[in-house]
């Protein structure tokens, strides 16, 4: 069984990376998104969550393969990525109610 974690951590990614890059350009279009410390540090957390859900991934390649890893290691490491995952999809949905809140409101 593959697990596609890398095209949904992406896929995610991706829709933040727009969702930031139009707000920023609505309020700055001058000032680049790179530069911004808050885009670095979502960035950030988006590819953390990526590096645990691959590690989870070779861990359990490893235990079904018959690799020397504990399954309660495995275990442990599937729960966080899978955690971890849900928290960034929930901080995802935060930032584009917030968005839309903003976005609706009429100057």
Known sequence: MQIHADSLTSQH??????LLQRANN???PSKLTEG???VSMLTDGIKRVND???D???QLEQLITGGDVNQ???FTSIQKADMSFRMLVQI???LMQAYEEINSIRV
């Open 26 to 28: 609505q309020a700055n």
């Open 52 to 54: 645990m859900q691959n």
């Open 13 to 18: 990614a991706d829709k933040v990376m727009r």
């Open 92 to 94: 995802r949905n935060k």
């Open 72 to 74: 309660a290691e495995v």
């Open 56 to 58: 989870s991934q070779n």
């Open 36 to 38: 911004n410390p808050f």
